[in-house]
């Protein structure tokens, strides 16, 4: 029994979310999610779960939470919208936005804010101090909800009480369906990095390992799970679910992924992804040549260039990765960042157009720089992105001291710029 294994104020929380889906009227669910393995098998899991309840969920799928496209999603009402793996920093937004046409739950484990509403619920363990980088992935998270939603009754839950729900033969069908899509999620935040996954996400495993769904394998010091369903080991599932999401996300392969962690890897699926990452080779390497013969943009403290939308279909999330690849090569000037545009295409798969049209941009440090900044000797980007990227109205995105990334108005690339050395020449004299 869950309660057995969660106590405490993640209990409570699970309560609280099921009080709050349940106060409420809405007869469609709509399940906003991320774009990698972990957005993606949280949203299967929610998309289950709703579809037992007797609902069929509109899922969409997204890179991050925009108010632009929140404008889009929120456009029907008495609805059910739950976000999973994003919107904890923007509940506010995304309250204010649908302005009590629908309930809204957010079950994220990024850093997180309460917000207040009648409604509105959140569900992030970051409130309570439990780390979603560490111990709880949003796809453990969105199965104890489930998982707790389910085996403590919906008899007297007005909005759930239906034929359907009654035919779920509760805890252990849950557990054989779902823990082993959370342990993916897991895998696939990288929650295995001290070896194996911890806490909470490995409740999940548990509970996978003790229905046949997964087995645990040592292979060296570290622990791989196979997945009975899949024929495959979660890491491996979870790069494929990753590569059909954000490297195919403007081709929408987020649906063939959500398939694939539904129902089992398809050779569809797996085709797919190897073809994807094929065309990402394809595309880097074009550009990587380019830039070595053509070379960067040049400011005092940083190098920078621009794809335009020359890297599509993939979403915005491959121009850090891309920053990454070329970071410590040869061409490189290895005493300044790296910093690289992408257009944010409006266009969005499932959503339609939006009405804002943005640039994505991502800094990197060259490992000769990743020393000074780690030494304290430069200003590091966790600092100075946010704050040149705060005074053009853009909002900034993952910023650590080495790698940052942030979003701005389409045409302010070379002012983001300007502003970024002039905080940088304001930090060094500082
Ligand atoms: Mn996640």
């Keep these: 029994m869950l309660k057995e294994f969660i106590g405490g104020d993640l209990l409570v929380a699970l309560e609280n979310a099921k009080r709050g889906i349940c106060s409420v009227e809405f007869d469609r669910v709509t399940v906003v999610h991320h774009n990698d393995a972990d957005g993606i098998c949280a949203g299967s899991i929610l998309y289950r779960t709703f579809s037992h309840l007797g609902f069929e969920p509109q899922m969409f799928c997204i890179e991050r939470v925009h108010p632009a496209v929140v404008e889009k999603i929120h456009r029907r009402e008495g609805e059910l919208v739950i976000y999973t793996d994003l919107g904890g920093l923007a509940g506010e937004l995304i309250r204010d936005i649908?302005?009590?046409?629908?309930?809204?739950?957010?079950?994220?484990?990024?850093?997180?804010?309460?917000?207040?509403?009648?409604?509105?619920?959140?569900?992030?363990?970051?409130?309570?101090?439990?780390?979603?980088?560490?111990?709880?992935?949003?796809?453990?998270?969105?199965?104890l909800f489930c998982r707790y939603l389910i085996a403590s009754g919906v008899d007297s839950c007005p909005p759930l009480n239906n034929s359907g729900a009654k035919k779920l033969k509760v805890e252990e069908e849950i557990d054989r369906e779902l823990a082993g899509i959370a342990v993916i999620g897991s895998v696939g935040d990288?929650?295995?990095?001290?070896?194996?996954?911890?806490?909470?996400?490995?409740?999940?495993?548990?509970?996978?390992v003790s229905t046949g769904a997964a087995k645990i394998?040592?292979?060296?010091?570290?622990?791989?799970?196979?997945?009975?369903?899949?024929?495959?080991?979660?890491?491996?599932?979870?790069?494929?679910?990753?590569?059909?999401?954000?490297?195919?996300?403007?081709?929408?392969?987020?649906?063939?992924?959500?398939q694939v962690a539904l129902q089992g890897a398809s050779e569809k699926g797996i085709k797919r992804a190897e073809e994807l990452k094929k065309l990402r080779e394809e595309k880097f390497?074009?550009?990587?040549?380019?830039?070595?013969?053509?070379?960067?943009?040049?400011?005092?403290?940083?190098?920078?260039?621009?794809?335009?939308?020359?890297?599509?279909?993939?979403?915005?999330?491959?121009?850090?990765?891309?920053?990454?690849?070329?970071?410590?090569?040869?061409?490189?000037?290895?005493?300044?960042?790296?910093?690289?545009?992408?257009?944010?295409?409006?266009?969005?798969?499932d959503i339609g157009?939006?009405?804002?049209?943005?640039?994505?941009?991502?800094?990197?440090?060259?490992?000769?720089?990743?020393?000074?900044?780690?030494?304290?000797?430069?200003?590091?980007?966790d600092v100075t992105l946010p704050e040149a990227t705060e005074r053009l109205g853009g909002s900034a995105?993952?910023?650590?001291?080495?790698?940052?990334?942030?979003?701005?108005?389409?045409?302010?690339?070379?002012?983001?710029?300007?502003t970024w050395e002039a905080v940088m020449e304001e930090m060094m004299r500082g």
């Design 397 to 418: 995105d993952a910023s650590h001291r080495i790698a940052a990334a942030s979003m701005v108005e389409k045409g302010r690339e070379e002012e983001l710029i300007s």
């Design 285 to 349: 390497r074009e550009k990587m040549l380019e830039l070595r013969d053509k070379g960067f943009n040049r400011g005092r403290y940083v190098q920078w260039f621009h794809v335009g939308d020359r890297f599509a279909p993939m979403g915005v999330k491959v121009i850090g990765l891309f920053c990454h690849t070329i970071k410590d090569m040869s061409f490189v000037d290895d005493s300044k960042f790296v910093a690289g545009f992408q257009d944010f295409l409006p266009e969005l798969p």
């Design 190 to 208: 990288y929650h295995d990095r001290s070896g194996g996954i911890l806490g909470y996400d490995r409740y999940a495993l548990d509970r996978a």
């Design 353 to 381: 157009r939006v009405d804002w049209e943005g640039v994505k941009v991502s800094f990197r440090a060259p490992a000769p720089l990743e020393k000074k900044v780690l030494a304290g000797e430069v200003p590091g980007l």
């Design 98 to 143: 649908d302005s009590g046409r629908n309930l809204v739950l957010i079950l994220d484990h990024h850093p997180a804010r309460w917000v207040e509403g009648s409604k509105i619920v959140v569900a992030n363990p970051e409130l309570f101090g439990i780390s979603g980088d560490v111990f709880i992935s949003a796809s453990t998270l969105a199965y």
């Design 217 to 258: 394998m040592i292979e060296d010091s570290r622990e791989r799970y196979h997945l009975t369903k899949y024929g495959e080991f979660a890491d491996v599932i979870a790069d494929v679910l990753t590569t059909l999401g954000s490297v195919g996300y403007y081709s929408a392969d987020f649906k063939l992924a959500v």
